[in-house]
T-cell receptor, first 113, second 116 residues
Framework: AQSVSQHNHHVILSEAASLELGCNYS??????LFWYVQYPGQHLQLLLK??????LVKGIKGFEAEFIKSKFSFNLRKPSVQWSDTAEYFC???????????FGTGTRLQVFP | EAGVAQSPRYKIIEKRQSVAFWCNPI?????LYWYQQILGQGPKLLIQ????????DSQLPKDRFSAERLKGVDSTLKIQPAKLEDSAVYLC??????????????FGPGTRLTVT
């Protein structure tokens, strides 16, 4: 069965610090990969997605993620975080032949000014 | 473009009572999903509709949960009777297509259910 692991449950950073959130999945075939974000009081929204092609994908608000197939990873990065990035971040995956999303448990990011 | 609408936003019920949630997807979206998000966990798919047909309900506790999508637009999710462990946020999402050609899922604000 597919699964997604997010090892960082709670991350606390100061503004301007760099961010990397880990995401590993278990599935041997073709996958589509997603990062969703949930800002306080708001609904889940897509940050970025990888379907195929360039393994380095860029999303909204300066976020990017790199798909490393050999490591079954899709880590999220941002060079310099802002207070407004405080939110919960979810990694999700679906197998190439289905659109059923499997989510990780989420990482809560707190950014202090 | 209007987003996915859900109601109610909050609901508190006692165990063994019944409850229903409503979802209106983005206009024209053929695929509709219901997820359950328990505190501290990621969303878990309960059921997926393609138009008004069920594509995947393998994780829906069918002894107490039911869902329908009449006319392929709005959907309702019902729990009868509710248990304490059903306390969660119920999310509805929709996408323009489903199946092999996976497209972005757009999420609604969710309904927070508390069972006492």
């Amino acid at each position: 069965a597919q699964s997604v692991s997010q090892h960082n449950h709670h991350v606390i950073l100061s503004e301007a610090a760099s961010l990397e959130l880990g995401c590993n999945y278990s599935y041997g075939g073709t996958v589509n990969l997603f990062w969703y974000v949930q800002y306080p009081g708001q609904h889940l929204q897509l940050l970025l997605k990888y379907f195929s092609g360039d393994p380095l994908v860029k999303g909204i608000k300066g976020f990017e993620a790199e798909f490393i197939k050999s490591k079954f990873s899709f880590n999220l990065r941002k060079p310099s975080v802002q207070w407004s990035d405080t939110a919960e971040y979810f990694c999700a995956v679906n197998a190439g032949n289905t659109d059923k999303l499997i989510f990780g448990t989420g990482t809560r990011l707190q950014v202090f000014p | 473009e209007a987003g996915v609408a859900q109601s109610p936003r909050y609901k508190i019920i006692e165990k063994r009572q019944s409850v229903a949630f409503w979802c209106n997807p983005i206009s024209g979206h053929a695929t509709l999903y219901w997820y359950q998000q328990i505190l501290g966990q990621g969303p878990k798919l309960l059921i997926q509709f393609q138009n008004n047909g069920v594509v995947d309900d393998s994780q829906l506790p069918k002894d107490r949960f039911s869902a329908e999508r009449l006319k392929g637009v709005d959907s309702t999710l019902k729990i009868q009777p509710a248990k304490l462990e059903d306390s969660a946020v119920y999310l509805c999402a929709s996408s323009s297509m489903g199946g092999v050609f996976s497209h972005e899922q757009y999420f609604g604000p969710g309904t927070r259910l508390t069972v006492t």
